[in-house]
């Protein structure tokens, strides 16, 4: 099985300041097909994980552009630029390449 | 809109099993696989399987072999995850996921095991 980690575990951040999330798969996420299937997910809490980013980076409709993904092979990660009160929740990667598995979640608070 | 609708919460003694259910809603449920994820109270995200709602495919991840069983009604656009042989740690919120994107979700279903 493909392992997904993501660190750090924990990510206090000041209201207004950048935050970045990194994700390392155990192998390379490249499909045959030339895609490379790294999705990041955010769950606020008390409700279901919502898609942010797709295939890497490509940001999902509705979803601020504050939020990046980038990355290639099996190094990965989430930015966001200036965090606000809304961003906090825990943040999730999954890979779709090898069947499914998803990274252990960063939890983002505000400090 | 896409949407995914689940059935409500279920409490269910060890050694039981649940069935699950999820409405499709806003698009041909026929083309887009449904996948189903756990997260037990506290914890990760864990991908349990994939269904093919078209051909009635499946593929299972390796820890629920032989305990998971998914189908669908397409009449009704309906997926389905039963789990057989519950135990304590089986305890969770169950998610059904579109495609392999898996976008949307559900919102989920409360599975409580407890004697």
């Known amino acids: 099985d493909v392992v997904m980690t993501q660190s750090p575990l924990s990510l206090p951040v000041t209201l207004g300041q950048p935050a970045s999330i990194s994700c390392r798969s155990s192998?390379?996420?490249?499909?045959?097909?030339?895609?490379?299937?790294l999705n990041w997910f955010q769950q606020r809490p008390g409700q279901s994980p919502r898609r942010l980013i797709y295939k890497v980076s490509n940001r999902d409709s509705g979803v601020p552009d504050r939020f990046s993904g980038s990355g290639s092979g099996t190094d990965f990660t989430l930015k966001i630029s200036r965090v606000e009160a809304e961003d906090v929740g825990v943040y999730y990667c999954?890979?779709?390449?090898?069947?499914?598995?998803f990274g252990g979640g960063t939890k983002v608070e505000i400090k | 809109q896409v949407q995914l609708v689940q059935s409500g919460a279920e409490v269910k003694k060890p050694g039981a099993s649940v069935k699950v259910s999820c409405k499709a809603s806003g698009y041909t449920f026929t083309s887009y696989d449904i996948n189903w994820v756990r997260q037990a109270t506290g914890q990760g995200l864990e991908w349990m399987g994939w269904?093919?709602?078209?051909?009635?495919?499946?593929g299972y991840a390796q820890k629920f072999q032989g305990r998971v069983t998914m189908t669908r009604n397409t009449s009704i656009s309906t997926a389905y995850m039963e789990l057989s042989s519950l135990r304590s740690e089986d305890t969770a919120v169950y998610y059904c996921a579109r495609a392999a994107g898996i976008d949307p979700w559900g919102q989920g279903t409360l599975v409580t095991v407890s004697s």
């Open positions: 192998q390379s996420l490249v499909y045959s097909d030339g895609n490379t299937y």
């Open positions: 269904m093919n709602p078209n051909s009635g495919n499946t």
């Open positions: 999954m890979q779709g390449t090898h069947w499914l598995t």
